[in-house]
């Protein structure tokens, strides 16, 4: 089961962490992704953490705001997301992959075998 929390509503240019939890053995062999979908608009993926060398991958849109990170002992993957814009507005997904993500792989939601319900996350003033 993968369940994802920290989702709220946030102003403009402030900061949230999304927690995505996946339940039973072998996190630490599972790659981690995140999805969003805005109102409106496809689902698209933002950002993925490999398993082992723990190797990020960012989209355009989140480059240098997001960052990915993981603890293994949790069995938690966080979504550090700063400097929000309205755009960010969206249903944010946690997914979990058994498979080697590499950089060309990691928006392809067919990679990705288990998904979280999904949390919002409103930016607005």
């Known amino acids: 089961e993968v369940v994802e929390s920290g989702g709220d509503l946030v102003q403009p240019g402030g900061s949230l962490r999304l927690s995505c939890v996946v339940s039973g053995d072998g996190f630490n062999y599972l790659a981690i992704g995140w999805f969003r979908q805005a109102p409106g608009k496809e689902r698209e993926a933002i950002a993925c953490?490999?398993?082992?060398?723990?190797?990020?991958y960012y989209a355009g849109s989140v480059k240098g705001r997001f960052a990915l990170s993981r603890v293994n002992a949790k069995n938690t993957a966080f979504l550090e997301m700063n400097s929000l814009k309205p755009e960010d507005t969206a249903i944010y997904y946690c997914?979990?992959?058994?498979?080697?993500?590499?950089?060309?792989?990691?928006?392809?939601?067919?990679?990705?075998?288990?998904w979280g319900q999904g949390i919002q996350v409103t930016v607005s003033s």
């Open positions: 953490i490999t398993s082992g060398d723990e190797i990020t």
């Open positions: 997914a979990a992959s058994r498979f080697r993500i590499t950089e060309p792989l990691f928006n392809r939601e067919s990679m990705y075998e288990y």
